[in-house]
């Protein structure tokens, strides 16, 4: 989501950053209508759908956040030099976004 354009960009980033500005009184409460309507069970998995949705905003704040400053040069460089794509993620991007990723994982 941070490195390509595609059309619908802007809404995607919206709907993800609402958890962030409701509420969390108001998003528990949506979410236990919206489980009461789906006829989702209370339960684990009721938990963890709920855990997710409302985690996922601050996970990719700070992901987001870390990929700032990341200098794409990099892993052209490392692509030059024969890595593959998947290569490149593991071995140049990840460990260099690594602490944006603990962050939004803590």
Do not use: Q
Request: glycine residues 8%; without cysteine.
């Amino acid at each position: 989501m941070y490195r390509y354009k595609f059309k619908g960009k802007r809404i995607v980033d919206a709907i993800l950053y609402v958890p962030l500005v409701i509420p969390e009184i108001v998003m528990g409460i949506s979410l236990l209508v919206f489980f009461s309507i789906v006829k989702i069970p209370l339960g684990k998995v009721s938990l963890i759908i709920a855990h997710v949705t409302f985690s996922i905003a601050y996970v990719v704040a700070v992901v987001k956040t870390s990929l700032d400053g990341f200098d794409k040069s990099v892993e052209e460089v490392a692509m030059d030099l024969g890595a593959t794509p998947l290569k490149t993620f593991f071995y140049v991007t990840l460990p260099i976004i690594m602490p944006g990723v603990i962050a939004g994982g803590s």
